[in-house]
């Protein structure tokens, strides 16, 4: 019995922050001689557009970041007040990207919700609440999947294919929400002053059945560097969660691509891949896996445009750049997904395109309100 991936639909909130979260980075570290480091490295990101459920405030205001005022210089907010924020938020995003799947009558026919987000959590949480807002069966079986960061949604995706293959009529949606930009640090650190350069918020719904529709999910393997585990790094702290991210990320991902290739593929050869979506996580990461894996420039045209439009959005993202590749598939070719993470960890998938073509949907961004809670 296989699994196959049917649909992918996103959503993006409609506050496009990219801008003003150089312009507050670089207010923090004015004066500090890594200043001209983090413009140089602004100017390669080949990022143009990252979202945030947060509305900015004029740039002129060095002062604070967000039109709400959460991210006020010296008093920025507690990890109980983004939690707040994030419960006001991930729901309407997720429901949005649910809707994107255009699932009608459908939806009272899911039998299993797969929550995933490494950005936030509260109780009852993101899964009731799609259920509620989804119409769905209120005894739809619920797993979350939290705090595994960005290649969660491929364990996702393997966790959908284990419960299709033991029974054959599962519907299975899977949502994945990050609000990365609700956990904006102060410091001057360098390389935490450089994951504002690359996050923003986003959302990404899939469903996965044994329908021969979309892309067949083949093949599941993790690839483990255990001596670079703390390149990235991602811990609840008093003021939000702490991301480090350490400047040799992508030389570590290209090591274990080096060493796992045949595992990942296999056996098979790089050419006998016709597809590749693999995790935007920056550009140097992608940089990474393109040498790592000799590939040709244009076998990362969708995920380095995913990253230009949106930016790193954890765990949704490698979802988007699937999306981007359903819509050109044919069938038969063969693919390879693949996330980074703690670990350092890559998940990587083995898919072939269906016989008959993906039903796919995009969700386009959509205005959200924004007034965050006290």
Same mark, same amino acid.
């Given at each position: 019995m296989g699994a196959y991936l049917n649909r992918v639909a996103t959503a993006v909130p409609s506050n496009d922050v990219h801008a003003t979260f150089i312009q507050f980075a670089q207010d923090l570290l004015d004066g500090d001689r890594s200043a001209?480091?983090?413009?140089?490295?602004?100017?390669?990101?080949?990022?143009?557009?990252?979202?945030?459920?947060?509305?900015?405030?004029?740039?002129?205001? %060095?002062?604070?970041? !967000?039109? /709400?005022?959460?991210? =006020?210089? *010296?008093?920025? #907010? @507690?990890?109980? &007040?983004?939690?707040?924020?994030?419960?006001?938020?991930?729901?309407?995003?997720?429901?949005?990207?649910?809707?994107?799947?255009?699932?009608?009558?459908?939806?009272?026919?899911?039998?299993?919700?797969?929550?995933?987000?490494?950005?936030?959590?509260? %109780?009852?949480?993101? !899964?009731? /609440?799609?259920?509620? =807002?989804? *119409?769905?069966? #209120? @005894?739809?079986? &619920?797993?979350?999947?939290?705090?595994?960061?960005?290649?969660?949604?491929?364990?996702?995706?393997?966790?959908?294919?284990?419960?299709?293959?033991?029974?054959?009529?599962?519907?299975?949606?899977?949502?994945?929400?990050?609000?990365?930009?609700?956990?904006?640090?102060?410091?001057?650190?360098?390389?935490?002053?450089?994951?504002?350069?690359?996050?923003?918020?986003?959302?990404?719904?899939?469903?996965?059945?044994?329908?021969?529709?979309?892309?067949?999910?083949?093949?599941?393997?993790?690839a483990l560097l255990p001596e670079a585990k703390g390149q990235i790094t991602w811990t609840i702290g008093d003021g939000g969660f702490n991301m480090f991210l350490s400047g040799q990320v992508p030389s570590s991902v290209g090591e274990a691509l080096r060493r796992g290739r045949s595992q990942i593929l296999d056996g098979a050869a790089v050419a006998d891949i016709d597809l590749w979506a693999i995790h935007p996580g920056g550009r140097s990461v992608l940089d990474a896996v393109q040498g790592a894996l000799e590939l040709p420039s244009e076998a990362l045209a969708d995920s380095r445009e995913v990253l230009r439009q949106y930016g790193n959005m954890s765990s949704a993202t490698v979802l988007f750049v699937l999306q981007r590749i359903m819509e050109r598939a044919r069938p038969g070719e063969r693919g390879c997904a693949m996330a980074f993470g703690p670990g350092l960890t890559a998940e990587t998938l083995l898919f072939t395109a269906a016989p008959a073509r993906a039903d796919v949907v995009t969700k386009a961004p959509e205005r959200m309100l924004a007034d965050a809670p006290a």
């Amino acid at each position: 019995m296989g699994a196959y991936l049917n649909r992918v639909a996103t959503a993006v909130p409609s506050n496009d922050v990219h801008a003003t979260f150089i312009q507050f980075a670089q207010d923090l570290l004015d004066g500090d001689r890594s200043a001209p480091i983090f413009d140089r490295l602004v100017k390669r990101s080949q990022i143009d557009h990252r979202w945030s459920v947060l509305s900015m405030t004029d740039q002129g205001r %060095a002062a604070v970041v !967000d039109g /709400e005022e959460i991210y =006020r210089r *010296g008093n920025f #907010p @507690s990890t109980a &007040r983004r939690m707040r924020i994030f419960e006001q938020f991930a729901g309407d995003l997720g429901a949005r990207a649910v809707e994107g799947l255009q699932l009608g009558a459908r939806a009272a026919e899911i039998t299993h919700v797969i929550a995933v987000s490494c950005t936030g959590l509260y %109780a009852p949480g993101l !899964d009731l /609440e799609l259920v509620e =807002r989804c *119409g769905l069966d #209120p @005894s739809v079986e &619920r797993t979350v999947v939290g705090f595994m960061g960005c290649y969660a949604s491929i364990n996702a995706l393997k966790l959908a294919r284990h419960i299709v293959r033991s029974d054959a009529t599962a519907q299975v949606l899977i949502v994945s929400v990050e609000l990365c930009t609700l956990h904006l640090q102060q410091t001057t650190d360098l390389e935490q002053v450089l994951s504002f350069l690359v996050f923003g918020d986003g959302c990404a719904a899939a469903l996965v059945t044994g329908d021969p529709v979309g892309l067949s999910l083949d093949r599941f393997h993790a690839a483990l560097l255990p001596e670079a585990k703390g390149q990235i790094t991602w811990t609840i702290g008093d003021g939000g969660f702490n991301m480090f991210l350490s400047g040799q990320v992508p030389s570590s991902v290209g090591e274990a691509l080096r060493r796992g290739r045949s595992q990942i593929l296999d056996g098979a050869a790089v050419a006998d891949i016709d597809l590749w979506a693999i995790h935007p996580g920056g550009r140097s990461v992608l940089d990474a896996v393109q040498g790592a894996l000799e590939l040709p420039s244009e076998a990362l045209a969708d995920s380095r445009e995913v990253l230009r439009q949106y930016g790193n959005m954890s765990s949704a993202t490698v979802l988007f750049v699937l999306q981007r590749i359903m819509e050109r598939a044919r069938p038969g070719e063969r693919g390879c997904a693949m996330a980074f993470g703690p670990g350092l960890t890559a998940e990587t998938l083995l898919f072939t395109a269906a016989p008959a073509r993906a039903d796919v949907v995009t969700k386009a961004p959509e205005r959200m309100l924004a007034d965050a809670p006290a």
